[in-house]
């Protein structure tokens, strides 16, 4: 019974990740968030403030009032800093799930984009998975492929990778 009305009141989002760019829609609604990914913090203590995310995040870099960085740039993998990655992505979530009026953890289709050269391997599928589990995701599909088209999407649809 409780599996069915999370499935009645939940959403799918479809994340897609970038190095330079984070988009997520909400494929029922079509509510976007598409921004740099970035994030800026606050404060030095064990536990900083999130004071901004994804472009207004970006216009705070250089201040030197904040530790804005951007979760999603490094040399080899995709995400470089794992709990700042889960801010942004919950960030996103939120910010395309907001209209509905009453919120249940979202199914999650994360596709990223960038440094797959060579496959991906069962480490990265996990980071990707638990990165949308931790942001709030019920349940995670990954995709990796070509852009699944919002106009007539399903799930059917997702590519899941061969691990190497």
């Known amino acids: 019974m409780i599996n069915w009305v999370k499935a009645v009141f939940s959403s799918t989002v479809y994340i897609q990740l970038w190095e330079d760019r984070i988009k997520i829609v909400n494929?029922?609604?079509k509510a976007v968030f598409d921004e740099r990914p970035y994030i800026a913090l606050s404060g030095k203590?064990?536990?900083?403030?999130?004071e901004a995310v994804g472009n207004d995040a970006y216009g705070l870099k250089g201040s030197g009032q904040f530790d804005v960085s951007n979760p999603f740039s490094?040399?080899?993998?995709?995400?470089?800093d794992?709990?700042?990655?889960?801010k942004v992505i919950q960030y996103g979530i939120v910010e395309v799930c907001r209209a509905q009026r009453f919120q249940s953890a979202p199914i999650a289709v994360i596709h990223p984009h960038d440094r797959l050269e060579g496959g991906i391997t069962g480490v990265e599928c996990r980071v990707f998975r638990e990165l949308a589990l931790s942001a709030?995701?019920?349940k995670v599909y990954l995709h990796i492929g070509n852009e699944i088209p919002l106009i007539d999407f399903s799930l059917s649809r997702v590519n899941e990778p061969e691990i190497i």
Request: glycine letters at 8%; a positive charge.
């Open 45 to 50: 203590e064990k536990k900083p403030l999130i």
């Open 82 to 86: 794992f709990e700042k990655a889960t």
């Open 74 to 80: 490094h040399p080899r993998l995709l995400v470089n």
């Open 27 to 29: 494929v029922g609604s």
């Open 136 to 138: 709030g995701a019920r």
